[in-house]
């Protein structure tokens, strides 16, 4: 008989049942104790500001979109941030950390092969899935080799403990020690910023999969949250990252909240990034489009008049038909452009007829977005 692995009560994962108990025991008691009689220094807690910073841009920036994703390119200084201030945020190695991402990304929402499923319950999601040792999280890493090619990365993972050790016990008492408030530094560097960025992170795991809007696909339960990219440096537009997960954006929008991209745009500044990998404008508006028909036919299921249904559904399908010739149009410019540029002809594409006739083709998706609003409205 088959069972299925959400009724299966698999073994305790005892490292991370105590690491985690441990941490938050320490936040709850110690932590308050040593507040009340002895206070935290100014440099405490500006070293557990940037100890935030530092290991959350670690787990965003490099093991998710650099490792993961391979949204980016990083040069050495970087790569050794990322894998320092990874260690300290105490997510498993890199290597570890991507081949289990990646098969989030490919099994998304199925709940014998997701290692953490929302289909299993928001707990499971955010927590439950890494304290027991389930088989949907077992380890298989044919899915990085990349990675396990990568020296550093390769170092990192045999490394692992000592580095996590170093980073989250010995760097917080020797920077400590040297502003006189070691176990302040500890205290809040180490154990209250561990305990906030390990939630804040799972968080885009659980809630992020829960609450919020899908503007780009519903094939799966990944949301886009403003207040949920806040305060996880931009991984909350997560049904724009399910749908292109190779950008180096979550936030596509300028205005959108993604403190990863701008990192990586800054460091892009200075050097350290390249090869930074955005999807076409089009294909995003496409996207946006292909969702807003979806939602325009549900609603004119529900429309009650006879005769208004058949005016609004006449109006639906001129403009798939319209959204199909521009979809066509573009593949065919698309398939233009790769033999102009087959033909050496790259370095003269920015000036070509074929560029502006693509931007008129995005600029037509936009236009039809906007109808397509009023198309909705008039449903309601």
């Not at 932590?31 to 807690?45: D, V």
């Not at 929008?253 to 990192?263: E, L, N, Y």
Request: glycine share 6%; with cysteine.
């Amino acid at each position: 008989m088959n069972v299925s692995h959400a009724s299966v009560r698999a073994p305790f994962n005892w490292p991370a049942v105590v690491m985690f108990t441990l941490t938050t025991a320490v936040v709850l008691t110690v932590l308050p104790w040593y507040a009340l009689n002895f206070a935290f220094s100014g440099a405490a807690w500006a070293w557990f500001a940037f100890c935030m910073v530092a290991t959350g841009l670690s787990i965003t920036g490099g093991y998710h979109r650099l490792w993961a994703h391979r949204a980016y390119q990083a040069r050495l200084p970087l790569r050794l941030f990322y894998l320092l201030f990874g260690a300290m945020a105490l997510q498993n190695s890199v290597l570890v950390w991507a081949s289990m991402h990646r098969v989030h990304h490919r099994y998304v929402d199925d709940p014998e092969r997701d290692p953490y499923s929302i289909r299993r319950g928001f707990w499971f999601a955010h927590l439950g899935w890494m304290l027991r040792d389930y088989s949907s999280a077992r380890l298989d890493f044919s899915n990085a080799r990349d990675l396990q090619d990568d020296p550093l990365v390769a170092f990192q993972h045999r490394h692992y403990l000592g580095l996590a050790l170093g980073m989250n016990l010995g760097l917080p008492l020797l920077v400590g020690a040297l502003f006189g408030d070691p176990f302040g530094f500890l205290l809040l560097g180490g154990f209250l910023r561990l305990v906030i960025n390990h939630h804040l992170t799972f968080f885009i795991n659980s809630l992020a999969h829960t609450w919020g809007r899908r503007p780009y696909t519903a094939d799966n339960t990944a949301r886009d949250n403003d207040l949920v990219a806040l305060f996880t440096y931009g991984e909350g537009y997560h049904n724009f990252h399910h749908q292109f997960q190779w950008d180096y954006r979550n936030g596509v929008r300028w205005w959108q909240i993604d403190p990863t991209k701008w990192w990586i745009a800054a460091c892009a500044a200075l050097g350290l990034t390249h090869g930074l990998k955005r999807v076409p404008e089009f294909k995003i508006q496409r996207a946006m489009l292909q969702r807003q028909f979806e939602r325009a036919r549900e609603r004119l299921r529900a429309c009650a008049t006879t005769g208004r249904f058949a005016v609004l559904h006449r109006l639906l399908e001129q403009e798939l038909e319209a959204f199909s010739a521009t979809v066509n149009e573009w593949t065919r410019l698309q398939g233009e452009r790769f033999e102009a540029a087959r033909r050496s002809l790259a370095d003269h594409w920015s000036h070509s007829e074929l560029r502006r006739r693509l931007q008129t083709l995005e600029r037509a998706l936009h236009d039809q977005r906007r109808r397509l609003r009023l198309l909705h409205l008039q449903a309601a």
